[in-house]
C-alpha cells in the first residue's frame, strides 16, 4: 500500500515557519527549525541540484555542525532527507565550515553545514553548498520554488520525527584534509618563536586552529574553552571579549591572540597588546 505524502511548497513553508534565507542559507530560531522544516529544506536543496544535473543518482552527501545544542538533532533530519532522497549521508563531524566546503569541493558532492555561525544558541541555520561552493541567490530562489514530498506520517503534530533520527559514524577525513591543507601550504616552522592565545570559547575551529599553530612551530596557550555556546561576533566584539584579550596580553605577554566564530569561517586576531583585529579587515589585509 502506497503511504500517502504530504505535499509542500518551500515557499509556503518559509512564511509559516518563519525559517528563511538569510545571509548565508536559512536560518530561525531553535524552535521553529523542527525536524520537518529542515527535513523539507534538505530535500529541496537536494531536488534541485538533482534537476540541474549538480548531483549523480546515490552520490554521497556531506554534513557537519557546530557546537550549538540543536545541531545534532538537525544534522539528523537532514541525514534521514538525505537518504530518502536515495543519496548517502557522510558525517563529517563537528568541524569548521570552510573544513566541511573544502572537502565537499574536493570530491565534488554536496554539504549541508549546521550552524547560525554568531548569532545565540537559540536559533540554528543550514548553509547549503553546491559541489562547486556556497549556494548563491539564484540558487535560493530555486530552492524556494521547490515543491516536495514527504511521508504524512512520518512527523508528529509538534514536528519532530517520530523516530528520533541517528548520525552515521564520523569519519575524520573533512578534519584531517583541512588540517593537512595549512601544513603542507606554509613553510615548516613558519611560526617558531611565536607565542599565540587561542581564545578558544565554543568555536567549533578551536581544536584544528591549536593544531595548526603548534603544527607550524608556535608556543599555543589555550584559554576559555566552554561548553556552552557562546555568540562570538568577529564583526561587532563584545566589550567583554575586548576586555579578555587586553587581559592575556599583559599576563602572558602573547605575540597575538586568535579566534574564530562559531563555525570557523571569520577569523579574529589581535596584536601584541590585545587590541582586536575584525575578522572581515583581517581576510583583507590577508587576500592582499
Not at 545541531?71 to 534521514?80: E, F, H, K, L, R
Not at 605577554?253 to 569561517?265: L, M, Q
Request: hydrophobic content about 40%; overall charge negative.
Amino acid at each position: 500500500m502506497t503511504k500517502k505524502q504530504e505535499q509542500l511548497v518551500i515557499a509556503d513553508l518559509m512564511e509559516q515557519s518563519g525559517v528563511g534565507f538569510g545571509t548565508s542559507g536559512a536560518r530561525g530560531l531553535v524552535a521553529d527549525m523542527t525536524d520537518r522544516v529542515c527535513y523539507a529544506y534538505t530535500l529541496a536543496f537536494l531536488q534541485y541540484l538533482a534537476a540541474q544535473g549538480d548531483v549523480a543518482p546515490g552520490s554521497q552527501v556531506a554534513i557537519a555542525g557546530d557546537y550549538r545544542s540543536s545541531t545534532p538533532c538537525i544534522m539528523g533530519a537532514a541525514a534521514q532527507a538525505i537518504e530518502a532522497m536515495g543519496y548517502e549521508p557522510v558525517n563529517c563531524g563537528f568541524i569548521p565550515t570552510p573544513a566541511l566546503t573544502l572537502y565537499g569541493i574536493h570530491h565534488a558532492i554536496p554539504s549541508l553545514m549546521v550552524t547560525g555561525s554568531h548569532i545565540p544558541d537559540d536559533r540554528n541555520g543550514i548553509k547549503f553548498n553546491r559541489p562547486d561552493g556556497e549556494i548563491l541567490k539564484r540558487d535560493e530562489a530555486a530552492i524556494r520554488s521547490q515543491q516536495v514530498e514527504i511521508p504524512a506520517d512520518l512527523f508528529s503534530h509538534d514536528g519532530m520525527l517520530k523516530i528520533a533520527a541517528g548520525l552515521p559514524q564520523e569519519q575524520p577525513q573533512a578534519y584531517q584534509d583541512y588540517l593537512r591543507r595549512y601544513l603542507d601550504f606554509l613553510p615548516d616552522g613558519a611560526l617558531q618563536g611565536c607565542r599565540i592565545g587561542l581564545y578558544e570559547h565554543s568555536s567549533v575551529a578551536r581544536q584544528v586552529m591549536g593544531e595548526i599553530f603548534e603544527g607550524l612551530g608556535a608556543d599555543v596557550t589555550r584559554l576559555s574553552r566552554s561548553n556552552a555556546f557562546i555568540p562570538v561576533d568577529t564583526e561587532a566584539v563584545r566589550p567583554e571579549d575586548i576586555e579578555l584579550a587586553h587581559e592575556w596580553a599583559l599576563t602572558y605577554g602573547f605575540d597575538a591572540v586568535v579566534s574564530a566564530d562559531g563555525d570557523g569561517d571569520r577569523p579574529l586576531i589581535s596584536d601584541e597588546q590585545g587590541n582586536w583585529l575584525r575578522g572581515d579587515v583581517a581576510g583583507i589585509l590577508s587576500a592582499r
